[in-house]
């Protein structure tokens, strides 16, 4: 079992970085591929990033890859997205994610989200 606690949402100007965090409890967050995916108000959730175990492979959105960072940091339980040059259609709830098997997915574990709201 894996507890996800996301953090690091928030309000920003069109334009700016952010970086969302995500803590994963238990002693085993090296087993686990871990991701982001998204949802914006009135649509479907989306896939937003994913890293290997290791941290040596990782698979973003097509169209964000430019402006999207997925890190982890398997000593302290947690993996990051940094977001750049944030647009108003980045706004969404963005929930963490952890498999034991499915680096592509589909994952097992999920967050309860953080909101981003990106202000044109």
């Known amino acids: 079992q894996v507890q996800l606690v996301e953090s690091g949402g928030g309000f920003v100007q069109a334009g700016a970085s952010l970086q969302l965090s995500c803590t994963a409890s238990?002693?085993?967050?090296?087993?686990?591929?871990m991701g982001w995916f998204r949802q914006a108000p009135g649509k479907d959730r989306e896939f937003v990033a994913a890293?290997?175990?290791?941290?040596?492979?990782?698979h973003y959105l097509h169209s964000e890859k430019d402006r999207l960072t997925i890190s982890r940091d398997n000593a302290k339980n947690t993996v990051h997205l940094q977001m750049n040059d944030l647009k108003a259609e980045d706004t969404a709830v963005y929930y963490c994610?952890?498999?034991?098997?499915?680096?592509?997915?589909?994952?097992?574990?999920w967050g309860q989200g953080t909101q981003v709201t990106v202000s044109s």
């Open positions: 238990g002693r085993t967050f090296s087993s686990y591929a």
């Open positions: 994610v952890a498999d034991a098997l499915n680096f592509f997915g589909p994952y097992k574990y």
């Open positions: 890293i290997s175990r290791s941290g040596d492979s990782t």
